[in-house]
C-alpha cells in the first residue's frame, strides 16, 4: 500500500508540475501577444502605462480586453496584465526623473486638452494614482506619486507665463 500511495503522490507531483509549466507558456504566448500587437503601437511608458490601467475595472480590480478574451482563458490574461501593468510601472521608476518628465510631457500632450489641462486635473484630483498596479509595495506607490507630484509641478511652472519682478 505505502508504494502505491508513493506512486499516486508522485503522479500528482507531476501533473501538478505540468500544469504549471504549461500556464507559464500560455501566460508567455498572452505577454508576447499583447506587447507585440497592442503595446507596441503606443509609445511611452506613461502612455502604456495609463493604456494598462485603464483597462483595469476599478471595483474589481480585474483586467479586460476584449481581444485577449477570445484567444486566452481569464486566468492567463489577468496574470499576463498584472505582470505588463507591474513591470512598465517598474521600468518607469528605474528611469531618470528627466527621462520621466519628458515621457509625462509627451503622454499628457495626447491627452484631450493637452498638457495644460492634463496637468492642472492631474493636480488637482490625484488622477495619477489610478495608474499604479494593485500589487505593487506601498514604497514604490508612495515613489511614483512623489515623482509625479514634483514632475507635474515643473510641467505646471513651464505652461504658466514668468512672474517678472518690477
Known amino acids: 500500500m505505502a508504494g502505491f500511495c508513493a506512486e499516486k503522490c508522485s503522479e500528482c507531483g507531476t501533473l501538478r508540475a505540468m500544469r504549471t509549466l504549461t500556464q507559464l507558456q500560455q501566460n508567455r504566448r498572452v505577454v508576447q501577444d499583447f ?3 497592442t503595446l507596441a503601437g503606443i509609445p511611452g511608458l506613461f502612455a502604456r502605462l495609463a493604456y494598462i490601467a485603464s483597462l483595469r475595472d476599478l471595483s474589481s480590480g480585474r483586467y479586460e480586453h476584449a481581444g485577449l478574451s477570445a484567444l486566452y482563458p481569464d486566468e492567463a490574461i489577468q496574470q499576463a496584465l498584472q505582470l505588463c501593468h507591474e513591470q512598465i510601472f517598474e521600468r518607469i521608476l528605474e528611469s531618470p526623473l ?6 509625462l510631457r509627451t503622454c499628457l500632450a495626447g491627452m484631450e486638452g ?3 489641462a492634463a496637468v492642472c486635473h ?6 495619477y494614482r489610478v495608474l499604479q498596479p494593485e ?3 506601498d514604497y514604490l506607490k508612495d515613489l511614483f506619486c512623489s515623482n509625479l507630484r514634483a ?3 515643473v510641467l505646471d511652472r513651464e505652461r504658466a507665463p514668468a512672474h517678472s519682478v518690477a
Not at 98 to 103: A, F, M
Not at 122 to 127: F, H, K, L
Open 35 to 37: 506587447t507585440q500587437t
Open 98 to 103: 528627466s527621462s520621466q518628465e519628458e515621457d
Open 114 to 116: 493637452g498638457v495644460s
Open 122 to 127: 492631474w493636480r488637482r484630483n490625484e488622477a
Open 135 to 137: 500589487a505593487a509595495p
Open 151 to 153: 514632475l507635474l509641478e
